[in-house]
C-alpha cells in the first residue's frame, strides 16, 4: 500500500516543527487516501499552526480552465486562513507573503511532464524560500505516469519560460519531491529543503497500481489516462488543433474539422502501445467550439511501451505536411509569453520544431536526442528516493 508524504507527516509528526508558522502550498487534488483535504489534516494535527494557503495555476480549487486565467487571493471559509494565489499579479511569493509562515509545506500532485506549470511554482517558492531564509517541506506524492521511463527532447536555454524553466525532458520520470531536490541543487538555489517521503510506492508503478484515489489536479486531467498521453498531446495547444478541451475527455480526442482519418493514420502508420481510433466530436468551448471536429480518440494498449511524445510529434509532422494552409500555430502571448511562439516554448527546441516542418524523420530525431537523454538520466539518478 503507498502511503502519501501528508500521511507520513500526520502519523509521525516531526519535532522540528512544533510551534512553527505552516504555509501551505496546495490545491483541492491534496488529499490522503480517503479524500481528507491537506489542509484539514494540518489544521487539525497542528492546531493553531496552520497560518496561510498558497495555489498554483487553475486556482485552490482546480476550476480556472486555460492558460493565464489567473485567480485572486481569498480567504478559506473552513479555516479562516489567507489563501495567496501564485497564478494571478504574481507568480513568485514576495516577503510579505513568507514573513506569514516559517515553514512552507508543499502538497501537490504534479503529472510527469515538464510544460506542467506546479513545478515552476515550487521552484519560484524554493528561490523565495532561499532569500526570506525559510523551509520548505515537499510532501510527495506519485509520478502518475511512473518513475522509470523518461522521453523526449531537453529544453533548451533560448526556450526557457514558465512551461520550461529547467533543462528536463518532457516526460522527466520523477517525483514532485525528487524533482524539488533536483531543481534545488542543480540550478544552486540552495533552499533549506525537507522531502517528507511515501512509503510503498515503486518506480516501475503508474497510478492505477497505487491504489489511491485520483483527484484531477487541473481541470483537464480527469484520469490518469489523459495524464499519460499529456506528455504528447499537450503539443496541440500550440496550434490551431483541439486538443479536446470543451469535450469529456480532454488530451485523450484531438482534431480539427479539416482532418481526414485514413490520410493522417496511413501516414503516421503503426505505433506500437496505441490504437487510434476514428472518432467525430464538438467541442463545447475552446477550439472549433460547436463544430463538428473529424479526430481521434488514444487508445493505450500497453502502457509499458506507449510513448507519448513520439505519438504526437509523428501526428504533428502528418497534420503539418498533409494540411499546410488549415494548419497553423497558435499565436502569443502564451503562459505570459508575448513574443515567442508558443510552439516553441512547449517543445522546448525552435530547431526541433523547424526539424519537425522539415519532414525530419521523428525516429531520427529521438535518436539525436538520446545522448542527451542519457546524460539527463545519470544526472537525476542522484535525486532518487525510491
Same mark, same amino acid.
Given at each position: 500500500?503507498?502511503?502519501?508524504?501528508?500521511?507520513?507527516?500526520?502519523?509521525?509528526?516531526?519535532?522540528?516543527?512544533?510551534?512553527?508558522?505552516?504555509?501551505?502550498?496546495?490545491?483541492?487534488?491534496?488529499?490522503?487516501?480517503?479524500?481528507?483535504?491537506?489542509?484539514?489534516?494540518?489544521?487539525?494535527?497542528?492546531?493553531?499552526?496552520?497560518?496561510? @494557503?498558497?495555489?498554483?495555476?487553475?486556482?485552490?480549487?482546480?476550476?480556472?480552465?486555460?492558460? &493565464?486565467?489567473?485567480?485572486? #487571493?481569498?480567504?478559506?471559509? *473552513?479555516?479562516?486562513?489567507?489563501?495567496?494565489?501564485?497564478?494571478?499579479?504574481?507568480?513568485?511569493?514576495?516577503?510579505?507573503?513568507?514573513?506569514?509562515?516559517?515553514?512552507?509545506?508543499?502538497?501537490?500532485?504534479?503529472?510527469?511532464?515538464?510544460?506542467?506549470? /506546479?513545478?515552476?511554482?515550487?521552484?519560484?517558492? @524554493?528561490?523565495?524560500? !532561499?532569500?526570506?531564509?525559510?523551509?520548505? $517541506?515537499?510532501?510527495? +506524492?506519485?509520478?502518475?505516469?511512473?518513475?522509470?521511463?523518461?522521453?523526449?527532447?531537453?529544453?533548451?536555454?533560448?526556450? +526557457?519560460?514558465?512551461?520550461? =524553466?529547467?533543462?528536463?525532458?518532457?516526460? #522527466?520520470?520523477?517525483?514532485?519531491?525528487?524533482? !524539488?531536490?533536483?531543481?534545488?541543487?542543480?540550478?544552486?538555489?540552495?533552499?533549506?529543503?525537507? $522531502?517528507?517521503? &511515501?512509503?510503498?510506492?515503486?518506480?516501475? &508503478?503508474?497510478?492505477?497500481?497505487?491504489?489511491?484515489?485520483?483527484?484531477?489536479?487541473?481541470?483537464?486531467?480527469?484520469?490518469?489516462?489523459? *495524464?499519460?498521453?499529456?506528455?504528447?498531446? $499537450?503539443?496541440?495547444?500550440?496550434?490551431?488543433?483541439?486538443?479536446?478541451?470543451?469535450?469529456?475527455?480532454?488530451?485523450?480526442?484531438?482534431? !480539427?474539422?479539416?482532418?481526414? #482519418?485514413?490520410?493522417?493514420?496511413?501516414?503516421?502508420?503503426?505505433?506500437?502501445?496505441?490504437?487510434?481510433?476514428?472518432?467525430?466530436?464538438?467541442?463545447?468551448?475552446?477550439?472549433? *467550439?460547436?463544430?463538428?471536429?473529424?479526430?481521434?480518440?488514444?487508445?493505450?494498449?500497453? !502502457?509499458?511501451?506507449?510513448?507519448?511524445?513520439?505519438?504526437?510529434?509523428?501526428?504533428?509532422?502528418?497534420?503539418?505536411?498533409?494540411?499546410?494552409?488549415?494548419?497553423?500555430?497558435?499565436?502569443?502571448? %502564451?503562459?505570459?509569453? %508575448?513574443?515567442?511562439?508558443?510552439?516553441?516554448?512547449?517543445?522546448?527546441?525552435?530547431?526541433?520544431?523547424? *526539424?519537425?516542418?522539415?519532414?525530419?524523420?521523428?525516429?531520427?530525431?529521438?535518436?539525436?536526442?538520446? @545522448?542527451?537523454?542519457?546524460? /539527463?538520466?545519470? =544526472?537525476?539518478?542522484?535525486?532518487?528516493?525510491?
Amino acid at each position: 500500500m503507498v502511503s502519501l508524504g501528508i500521511e507520513q507527516l500526520v502519523a509521525s509528526p516531526p519535532e522540528w516543527l512544533a510551534g512553527s508558522r505552516i504555509g501551505l502550498l496546495c490545491n483541492q487534488a491534496s488529499t490522503d487516501r480517503n479524500l481528507k483535504h491537506s489542509k484539514d489534516l494540518v489544521y487539525k494535527y497542528f492546531p493553531g499552526q496552520l497560518s496561510c @494557503l498558497f495555489s498554483p495555476q487553475h486556482g485552490f480549487f482546480s476550476d480556472k480552465q486555460d492558460n &493565464m486565467i489567473e485567480s485572486s #487571493h481569498s480567504t478559506d471559509g *473552513a479555516t479562516g486562513v489567507k489563501i495567496f494565489s501564485l497564478y494571478g499579479e504574481q507568480r513568485k511569493p514576495d516577503k510579505f507573503m513568507f514573513d506569514q509562515l516559517d515553514v512552507l509545506l508543499v502538497d501537490l500532485m504534479d503529472v510527469g511532464t515538464r510544460v506542467y506549470t /506546479f513545478i515552476y511554482t515550487l521552484a519560484y517558492c @524554493l528561490e523565495a524560500a !532561499a532569500e526570506f531564509s525559510k523551509k520548505v $517541506v515537499v510532501l510527495d +506524492r506519485p509520478n502518475p505516469i511512473g518513475g522509470d521511463n523518461i522521453e523526449g527532447n531537453i529544453l533548451k536555454d533560448d526556450c +526557457r519560460s514558465f512551461v520550461g =524553466l529547467y533543462q528536463i525532458p518532457m516526460r #522527466h520520470g520523477l517525483t514532485i519531491g525528487e524533482l !524539488a531536490r533536483f531543481i534545488n541543487t542543480t540550478t544552486d538555489i540552495g533552499a533549506d529543503l525537507e $522531502v517528507i517521503s &511515501m512509503s510503498g510506492w515503486q518506480r516501475d &508503478m503508474l497510478f492505477e497500481d497505487t491504489g489511491l484515489p485520483w483527484v484531477f489536479p487541473s481541470p483537464n486531467i480527469p484520469t490518469p489516462t489523459t *495524464a499519460l498521453v499529456y506528455p504528447g498531446q $499537450v503539443v496541440w495547444e500550440g496550434t490551431n488543433i483541439s486538443e479536446g478541451r470543451g469535450t469529456t475527455l480532454p488530451f485523450e480526442l484531438f482534431g !480539427a474539422p479539416f482532418f481526414k #482519418h485514413d490520410e493522417i493514420t496511413d501516414l503516421v502508420g503503426n505505433i506500437p502501445g496505441l490504437v487510434l481510433r476514428s472518432v467525430v466530436f464538438e467541442p463545447t468551448s475552446n477550439k472549433w *467550439a460547436g463544430q463538428p471536429c473529424n479526430g481521434f480518440q488514444i487508445h493505450i494498449t500497453d !502502457a509499458e511501451i506507449f510513448k507519448p511524445y513520439f505519438l504526437s510529434i509523428s501526428l504533428l509532422q502528418a497534420v503539418m505536411k498533409l494540411y499546410p494552409v488549415a494548419f497553423q500555430y497558435k499565436k502569443p502571448p %502564451y503562459e505570459y509569453e %508575448y513574443e515567442r511562439l508558443p510552439m516553441d516554448l512547449i517543445i522546448g527546441d525552435s530547431s526541433l520544431r523547424q *526539424a519537425i516542418e522539415g519532414d525530419r524523420s521523428i525516429k531520427g530525431l529521438e535518436e539525436e536526442w538520446l @545522448l542527451d537523454l542519457q546524460q /539527463f538520466n545519470r =544526472l537525476r539518478k542522484q535525486f532518487l528516493i525510491y
